[in-house]
């Protein structure tokens, strides 16, 4: 890190924000299997507290490789990189008491316990979770072809076929897809918002 930068203070505090917009920021990390969900049950829980009113936005795992990510493989030491800025994103969002919705694999726990760990250094709530589905689904379902290809080979470093997805040990919010549809996992995630005091229950 540069040694001639200084960190600047705003003027709103956090409890100015919080009292204004009427919502705490917190991080909603959704992390699993390629297929396994994440993307869809973000969008329609982005699109549920928005319908609430509740100021909130959606990272994308592979809206983010457009932009922000673009310069990034699939390697570990990329795939490292990736979640990162992710996590540094995010916090931010969290931070302008937004309710931020990520949807990434993100399969190496360390990474996920980075994240996780400047959000609490910055007294954010962070709550991970995970979408898990067993691979035999998520190959049935395969909607990009991707299962496919790693297993012929032509995807490298794909997780949970080339490279490994360590499934979180303790997350806050643990949902089966192969037993959970979208509506009752936007309805668990929402609940769970409001039973923490995230988000108020009415709109």
């Excluded at 100015?16 to 909603?28: A, D, F, M, S």
């Excluded at 009113?53 to 699939?74: C, E, P, Q, S």
């Excluded at 409001?194 to 709109?203: A, K, R």
Aim: hydrophobic share 35%; with cysteine; proline share 3%.
């Amino acid at each position: 890190m540069a040694s001639n930068i200084t960190f600047h203070e705003g003027t709103v505090s956090s409890d100015e924000r919080v009292k204004l917009l009427k919502q705490q920021g917190v991080t909603i990390w959704l992390t699993g299997l390629s297929a396994s969900g994440k993307s869809t049950i973000a969008c329609a829980l982005e699109q549920h507290l928005l319908h609430l009113h509740r100021f909130t936005y959606r990272l994308d795992g592979d809206n983010i490789r457009f932009g922000l990510n673009k310069d990034l493989g699939f390697d570990e030491k990329s795939r490292n990189e990736n979640i990162r800025r992710i996590g540094e994103v995010s916090k931010l969002f969290a931070n302008s008491c937004c309710v931020a919705i990520t949807a990434f694999i993100s399969p190496y726990r360390a990474d996920r316990d980075f994240a996780r760990q400047i959000h609490d250094k910055d007294s954010l709530p962070f709550v991970e979770v995970f979408v898990d589905a067993p691979l035999s689904v998520v190959e049935q379902r395969d909607p990009k072809g991707l299962y496919k290809k790693a297993r012929a080979g032509e995807i490298k470093d794909f997780t949970g076929i080339s490279a490994p997805y360590e499934a979180p040990e303790k997350p806050e919010i643990h949902i089966n897809t192969a037993e959970t549809d979208v509506a009752e996992s936007v309805r668990i995630i929402t609940q769970y918002l409001v039973n923490h005091g995230y988000i108020s229950e009415t709109s």
